[in-house]
Nanobody
Framework: QVQLVESGGGLVQAGGSLRLACAAS????????MGWFRQAPGKERQFVAA????????YYADSVKGRFTISRDNAKNTMYLQMNTLKPEDTAVYYC???????????????????WGRGTQVAVAS
């Protein structure tokens, strides 16, 4: 089992920045591929970004490419999402997720990560 806890959400003006963190506990963090997803009210969950266990491979949704940066610190059992140039359409609950699969492309496509956090709210005011 892996427990995931997100933090860093909040209210920010359009054009501002936030840094989300996902703290993991329970199993060896470096075994897991990690991802960020988001869900806005009335909308389906959406992939945001993902990172391989080593951090050598990263993937982004087109909507956040160039604005968001995913990273991880395996020594601290923590994953991050640096979000810059935020837009009102980035408003959502952001969830982190973990899975043992090495096939990051597949799991991004299916969204079928094994472990999920409870989410942190991000609100971007126009």
């Amino acid at each position: 089992q892996v427990q995931l806890v997100e933090s860093g959400g909040g209210l920010v003006q359009a054009g501002g920045s936030l840094r989300l963190a996902c703290a993991a506990s329970g199993r060896t963090f470096s075994w897991y591929s990690m991802g960020w997803f988001r869900q806005a009210p009335g909308k389906e969950r959406q992939f945001v970004a993902a990172i391989s266990w080593s951090g050598s491979s990263v993937y982004y949704a087109d909507s956040v490419k160039g604005r968001f940066t995913i990273s991880r610190d395996n020594a601290k059992n923590t994953m991050y999402l640096q979000m810059n140039t935020l837009k009102p359409e980035d408003t959502a609950v952001y969830y982190c997720a973990a899975d043992r699969t090495p096939d990051l492309v597949l799991i991004i496509t299916t969204g079928d990560f094994e472990f999920w956090g409870r989410g942190t709210q991000v609100a971007v005011a126009s």
